[in-house]
């Protein structure tokens, strides 16, 4: 049976097709803010703060075919399909049942805008190395861990083929464009008019004949990470290795192990992994693994087999080190994107990299002094959780005082000794921001790149004057990317309206401290349906 709803949004038809007599898992996993640890983090023992975002990538897996095809070559290759709606895109492969690798068969566009020209775009390389790598490192971790006596079950699923889908939250892309062309304000109001999960529009201006690819403009949240544990985790639940309903953490570190490795293999860099490990449990305070983990996935691709590698980085000493963080209660978590081009977190590194190795006694100054104000601010925020534990009243009073004020007058807000410790740990937070910003803008200075750019820090010391915001500052490696700011209360609002009228969209972004999770079905569809709940009702 197949039940098709259509609804239309904004002269916007989306269908969604379900079928119902077919399996289905859909897990989740988010994205993510870097709130300190820039540069710090990629070296043991440094820790970053990272908090995970309501913003969501999805993937769905069922199988292709309702029966396992009878013969014999089906039994050596399986079927694998990718589809990616937001781009339109969609790619067959064969996947080799002996040497559990992947081969791409074909690619093609599977939807047109009538706004553009696509007609030079058609060849375009359509792979997705992150899916890719996800696929072959959660079979071969599903084939290393699954019980002999399921091996049968195993198989049949492989061999039913496996349709996956994935789809990231609109909050992972910018849609400044669209929101212009529509004569639109820069508000969250405004992005609320797309529909879920919006395409994602091409860039014709940089179109290379055969070439051409895809405009993916972000917000910085760490799409390919969310993207490639969402894959991962709903694999591994499908196949019947691990089980996400349960929060087994046993499950967890599976998926985390399988995570990074794919997720370093495709960008071809073994990263600090903060990103990966944020979309596996969440809010965290993070230290990264040591980066030999990962050495025999590196030369898989000079020969050897998947089936050995997986062993090695299943039993390997993964020494991250993850503590759950979340901010204080009665905190907001916001981000701004100004529209300024974004920037290259890579060659910034490599920048940063290089002075270390020019100017080691000045750069290891800078680290140590951004180091001591990262763990400043974080001392501050956990003094602020437990105030908060001890006496939550007294707690929620300054914060309701305190919100409609700006920083300097918050003091005289204070009427007693658990309130005046509120405030001055609220103070020493925002101390410790102008203190990690300062120290990056030097590293910057110091390594010829623009980690604090001019522009960003007027826009971020207008932010901290704004009554009741707490902090604001770049995430990440900096740059001309998405800044976030950290306020009391839900003064929301207030900023939002401020970061319009400097050209600033905020976006409908908030602290989800959950990392993966399985999901009760297509997100598409429940969209559909909470929107028209919300129709009725107004």
Known sequence: MVIILAVEFSNLVVKVEKLNSVMEVVASAPGKVL?????????????????STNARFYAIVKPIYDDVKSDSWAWSWMDVKLTSPQLARETM?????????????????????????????????????????????????AHARIDQDKKDILQKHLLQGLDITIMGANEFYSYRD????????????????????????????????????PEVAKTGLGSSAAMTTAVVAALLHYLGVCHLQESNNADLDLVHMIAQTSHCIAQGKVGSGFD????????????????????????????????????DVMEGKWDHEMTR???????????????????????????????????????????????EANS?????????????????????????????????????QSVAPSEQAVVEALLGAR???????????????AAGVPIEPDSQTRLLDTTMDIEGVLLAGIPGAGGFDAVFAVTLSDISSKVA???SSLNVLALPIREDPNGVSLENGDPRLQEITSRISSANIN
């Open 178 to 213: 669209q929101l212009e062309a529509r004569g639109l304000p820069l508000t969250p109001e405004s992005l609320s008019v797309l529909p879920p999960f919006s395409s994602i529009t091409f860039n014709a201006n940089n179109a290379n004949g055969a070439h051409c690819k």
């Open 497 to 499: 309206n401020a970061w």
């Open 35 to 51: 709130m300190t640890g820039g540069y710090l983090v990629l070296e043991r023992p440094n820790a970053g703060l990272v908090l």
């Open 431 to 445: 101390n410790a921001m102008f203190d990690i910003r300062g120290h990056m803008r030097r590293m910057g200075e």
């Open 93 to 141: 492969y064969k996947f080799s049942m002996q040497k559990l690798t992947l081969h791409c068969v074909s690619s093609r566009q599977v939807f047109f805008a009538v706004t553009m020209d696509f007609t030079s775009c058609w060849q375009y390389d359509a792979r997705n190395p992150f899916v890719e790598q996800a696929v072959q490192y959660a079979i071969a971790a």
């Open 376 to 412: 400043m601010l974080e001392k501050q925020l956990n003094k602020l959780k437990k105030l908060a534990e001890e006496e939550r009243m007294g707690y929620d009073s300054i914060i309701d005082r305190c919100c409609q004020h700006k920083s300097e007058k918050w003091m005289e």
């Open 325 to 371: 963080f979340a901010l204080p209660p009665r905190m907001t978590l916001l981000l701004g994107e100004p529209g300024s081009g974004g920037s290259s977190t890579p060659s910034m590194v490599g920048a940063v990299k290089r002075w270390q190795k020019s100017e080691p006694e000045k750069s290891l100054y800078t680290f140590t002094k951004l180091s």
């Open 276 to 311: 990966v490990s944020c979309a596996v449990y969440g809010s965290q305070r993070y230290v990264r693994f040591s980066p030999e983990v990962l050495s025999s996935a590196q030369v898989a691709g000079i020969g050897a087999l998947l089936r050995e590698v997986i062993v």
